[in-house]
């Protein structure tokens, strides 16, 4: 519970910050990898008492525009198994600190990147997260890398030599710039 803590209070920094950084408070796109990606869609999904940390303003609010999750482990009940035993350990139902099986109206476009041979979340459970999305009114699109596994995306990930790194940027771009987040300018040499 801690790391959603300090997640929400994270979120809140920034969104509080976000004049004197510079950041458009209505153009805050979250984005995570694995259990980062947990966190990522945890931020709209989970929702328990006393989460919050001390201090926090919780007149601010968790509002990203848009995720990108990165082989993301949001489902703790039939996922991410390692997830699930921590929270066993810490007291907590898997289910609920599952972000997959907290999904609800209102949550931003969601663009997935996730590998065919991922231990951690397989692409039944991600086509079955999507369909929860879109069957509460929600825009969630899943780009499956064959034959890869967790981490693919790892610029430094030795297995693949980086050679996923570029492709996936590219999809982000993608994602990002049909929903007005980035200029669509022409490459040089393009």
């Not at 993301?72 to 390692?82: M, N, R």
Request: charged letters at 25%; hydrophobic letters at 35%.
């Amino acid at each position: 519970k801690t790391c959603l803590a300090d997640a929400r209070s994270a979120y809140r920094w920034i969104r509080e910050h976000a004049k004197e950084y510079n950041i458009d408070p209505d153009r805050i796109v979250v984005v995570g990898g694995s259990a980062g990606a947990h966190l990522s869609l945890g931020l709209l999904t989970l929702s328990m008492d006393g989460i919050d940390n001390e201090g926090d303003n919780l007149e601010t609010p968790i509002d990203p525009k848009a995720l990108i999750l990165y082989n993301p482990a949001i489902d703790l009940v039939d996922g991410w198994k390692g997830g699930q035993k921590k929270c066993v350990a810490a007291g907590l139902d898997p289910k609920l600190f599952s972000p997959a099986h907290g999904v609800k109206p209102g949550i931003p476009d969601t663009l997935i990147l996730s590998g065919s041979d991922d231990h951690v979340i397989s692409p039944r459970m991600i086509n079955g997260f999507v369909k929860r999305m879109e069957d509460q009114g929600n825009e969630a699109s899943f780009i499956e890398y064959p034959d890869v596994g967790h981490g693919f995306f790892s610029y430094g990930k030795e297995k693949y030599k980086g050679a996923y790194f570029i492709t996936t940027c590219e999809e982000v771009e993608r994602f990002l710039t049909a929903r007005g987040f980035m200029e669509n300018k022409p490459q040089a040499g393009k």
